[in-house]
């Protein structure tokens, strides 16, 4: 039974039976369904392989559920890259009865963002394949899919340095450095060298991002001067000279936390 629909195995089974009966009749229906195994790659938080419940029309429970869709892939996989082109979404998916054929669709994801379009929303079957390729959104764009349920609702986010409350913050995935810093209490007034404000990014692939900022509070979002933050981005707010005169012997008192593993990976990225 394995690749067949149910109606192309009750044709099987006909088939199979009436070298037997004389015109065999068949009821065939799906008691319980397996957790479907999809594959998502390219451009989301955690690429791989993935189990979903499937929760097909059970005769026993009278309702009907359905089966998994694109958005809860890319949800189980922790949303989607700001990398992500959701104009061209491939899903590869197997052709019943055969080993080795399989056919490929593509959808819009942006369409069903911003118009409501379901029927980019693709049921998913066992064994398909899901591949966001990257693009290049701008900055308009990537607000809307950050406010949608392909992110997670939250992210945590790594702040250090010369604010008022450094360690780890908890903020809504569409929020920009700027919010950030203040989420954080804001910097710590002439302590802080607000044009030399850090930010340092893991990607997927295993590379990293370094860059530097100027933060200015009044300024809007945008990827040169103020960038959307992504779940695990770490921000290093710098001192001015003097403050770093007046720190140098309370440096080995410090206590060793996740902030220091996080200082750690700013001094390996810059000279410290």
Do not use: H
Not at 8 to 37: D, M, R
Not at 132 to 138: D, H, Q
């Amino acid at each position: 039974a394995e690749g067949l629909t149910i109606n192309q195995l009750k044709e099987k089974l006909k088939l199979t039976f009436s070298k037997q009966l004389i015109s065999p009749e068949l009821v065939i229906y799906l008691k319980e369904a397996k957790p479907l195994k999809i594959s998502i790659i390219g451009q989301v938080m955690r690429p791989g392989l993935y189990s979903l419940n499937s929760n097909l029309f059970n005769p026993d429970e009278k309702n009907q559920k359905g089966l998994p869709t694109i958005i809860d892939a890319i949800q189980k996989s922790g949303g989607i890259s700001e990398n992500a082109n959701l104009r061209d979404v491939k899903v590869k998916r197997k052709i019943p009865g055969s080993n080795d054929l399989y056919k490929t669709a593509n959808v819009n994801l942006y369409s069903m963002i911003m118009n409501g379009d379901q029927k980019q929303n693709l049921y998913l079957f066992d064994g398909d394949i899901i591949e966001i390729r990257k693009g290049n959104s701008e900055l308009n764009e990537l607000t809307s899919i950050y406010s949608s349920n392909l992110s997670p609702e939250e992210i945590d986010v790594f702040i250090v340095g010369e604010v008022v409350s450094p360690g780890k913050v908890t903020l809504p995935s569409n929020t920009a450095l700027s919010q950030a810093i203040l989420a954080a209490g804001g910097p710590t007034n002439w302590r802080t060298n607000k044009g030399n404000v850090e930010l340092v990014r893991l990607n997927s692939d295993g590379t990293i991002n370094f860059e530097k900022f100027k933060v200015d509070f009044s300024r809007r979002p945008s990827k040169q001067n103020n960038p959307i933050l992504r779940n695990g981005d770490s921000i290093r707010v710098r001192k001015n000279s003097a403050a770093k005169i007046d720190d140098s012997l309370s440096r080995v008192s410090s206590p060793v936390s996740k902030v220091v593993d996080i200082l750690t990976l700013f001094k390996l990225l810059n000279d410290g």
